[in-house]
């Protein structure tokens, strides 16, 4: 970062970009509390400085700032990100947050709405529904904001109709590293709206999105299913059960299916956006019987179906405050199907590991559908071909994660990655994992040697960067 001199001379540049009452310094009062406000403790990082930037304008001279300095900047949105990137990642880095950047307007003409990436997913949600009863898809996490989300995928229970997050948005505006601010789509800076669609922390900052919309569906079934089974065996048999439905190649794409294996039971639940009749015909019930009485919720409120009960497991489990934690995922293709040898394996390791916490679970989430429909290289986003995503969560809410629970993370994935390598080449950037090797590579697949050019000419000095991003290859 250079001498005393250039740091102070970096601290007034910030302060004559966004004004002193909108940077907090490291030497600030409660500075990690109020200002950086970690998501995973178990990534401490010390960012040079938070801005609170209220305009594009203030953005580009942040960034100017941060070029000038030789600081290295990202983006905060909701700041859920696992590996506590929207921070930088690793200390010394300028955070600007976009806490002011919460516009939102419709298009009533052709339903096109125009939101900022620090409006949340609750909000907009109502908004969207209140501005013509409109809707698009997102994950079910309320208080995540959209700068993030809509930026590296955006799954959620309407994306096998819809598509990701990131296939609503039509136009984006984004400061670059040179600090200049342009407006990218399909028809102007494709480049840059490519890269953005799945890679945005390593090339810009979206200051707006335009987004299509699609009419809010009136009818939803919303189903949860709890399984208390005894055998690594019974255990095992409801996954295969479960793998084999979702497979089918003409399953609709109005269900939407999670299944939450936790510590001692495991979880079904989802949502049909259809009638019950419908719903009835996919006899659910039969095929994975239990003991215990479940739910079945037939919902015609839009904002009921999204807010009623599909909770996210990982808020359910550590709250949305700050916690330890660390994440893994992988990701399965219709050629590409766990062998039933290995969810018995899975399961057997289970029963016979130490997890060293309570406070665990695995993920099976189906996606497909339209989200596949997008050819691989249309955006950054990489994973066309994944029909269900595995996610393995371990948290600790006391204390940083122990060596234990770090290998039996590692355990899980090693015995599906051993027995279908090619699920381990897919990781969802929304669940890094900041321990992977190669990382870029698994995030972003065969669109990660474009991302790599386009890198080198527009930010060659990496200065939006952070430690699993696209790199500057000289």
């Known amino acids: 970062m250079g001498n005393t001199t250039s740091i102070a001379a970096g601290r007034d540049c910030l302060v004559s970009a966004v004004g002193g009452a909108h940077v907090a310094f490291q030497d600030a009062l409660l500075y990690q509390t109020t200002a950086v406000e970690p998501y995973n403790l178990n990534i401490p990082v010390t960012p040079a400085a938070v801005t609170y930037p209220q305009s594009a304008d203030e953005i580009a001279a942040v960034v100017k700032c941060a070029s000038d300095y030789d600081y290295k900047v990202q983006a905060r949105s909701g700041g859920h990100s696992f590996g506590n990137y929207g921070l930088g990642g690793q200390n010394g880095a300028i955070v600007i947050d976009m806490k002011h950047f919460s516009q939102f307007s419709m298009d009533e003409s052709t339903f096109v709405a125009t939101i900022g990436p620090g409006t949340t997913l609750g909000n907009l949600d109502t908004e969207l529904y209140h501005a013509g009863n409109r809707a698009m898809a997102h994950g079910i996490c309320p208080t995540i904001r959209t700068g993030g989300h809509l930026t590296m995928g955006g799954l959620g229970p309407t994306a096998r109709q819809w598509g990701l997050a990131l296939d609503h948005v039509e136009e984006v505006e984004v400061v670059l590293a040179n600090s200049s601010i342009v407006r990218a789509s399909d028809t102007q800076n494709q480049d840059v709206f490519f890269a953005i669609k799945g890679a945005a922390a390593s090339f810009g900052i979206v200051t707006e999105f335009k987004v299509r919309t699609q009419e809010a569906p009136g009818l939803g079934v919303q189903y949860s299913?709890?399984?208390?089974?005894?055998?690594?065996?019974?255990?095992?048999?409801?996954?295969?059960?479960?793998?084999?439905?979702?497979?089918?190649?003409?399953?609709?794409?109005?269900?939407?299916?999670?299944?939450?294996?936790?510590?001692?039971?495991?979880?079904?639940?989802?949502?049909f956006f259809g009638s019950k009749e419908e719903y009835d015909g996919l006899d659910l019930e039969k095929k994975f019987p239990t003991s215990e009485p479940g739910t079945v919720l037939v919902l015609t409120d839009w904002l009921g179906m999204i807010g009623h009960g599909l909770e996210d497991?990982?808020?359910?489990?550590?709250?949305?405050?700050?916690?330890?934690?660390?994440?893994?995922?992988?990701?399965?293709?219709?050629?590409?199907?766990?062998?039933?040898?290995?969810?018995?394996?899975?399961?057997?390791?289970?029963?016979?590991?130490?997890?060293?916490?309570?406070?665990?679970?695995?993920?099976?989430?189906?996606?497909?559908?339209?989200?596949?429909?997008?050819?691989?290289?249309?955006?950054?986003?990489?994973?066309?071909?994944?029909?269900?995503?595995?996610?393995?969560?371990?948290?600790?809410?006391?204390?940083?994660?122990?060596?234990?629970?770090?290998?039996?993370?590692?355990?899980?994935?090693?015995?599906?990655?051993?027995?279908?390598?090619?699920?381990?080449?897919?990781a969802y950037l929304g669940c890094p994992d900041p321990n992977m090797a190669d990382a870029q590579r698994a995030y972003w697949r065969s669109n990660l040697p474009r991302l790599e050019e386009l890198k080198r000419g527009l930010d060659p000095m990496d200065t939006f960067h952070n430690p699993q991003g696209v790199q500057v290859i000289s």
């Open 225 to 271: 299913f709890t399984f208390n089974l005894g055998t690594p065996a019974e255990k095992a048999k409801l996954v295969k059960d479960w793998q084999a439905f979702i497979a089918q190649e003409n399953l609709s794409w109005k269900f939407y299916s999670n299944m939450v294996v936790l510590d001692g039971q495991i979880i079904l639940e989802g949502i």
């Open 313 to 426: 497991t990982i808020l359910r489990l550590v709250g949305d405050s700050p916690t330890w934690f660390y994440a893994k995922s992988l990701g399965f293709t219709p050629s590409t199907l766990i062998p039933g040898s290995a969810i018995d394996d899975f399961f057997d390791y289970i029963h016979r590991s130490n997890a060293g916490t309570l406070a665990w679970f695995v993920t099976l989430s189906l996606e497909g559908g339209a989200i596949n429909a997008v050819p691989e290289d249309a955006t950054a986003y990489g994973h066309r071909d994944v029909l269900f995503w595995v996610q393995i969560f371990v948290a600790n809410p006391l204390g940083p994660i122990s060596e234990t629970t770090y290998d039996f993370a590692g355990g899980l994935y090693d015995v599906l990655a051993e027995a279908v390598p090619e699920s381990a080449g897919h």
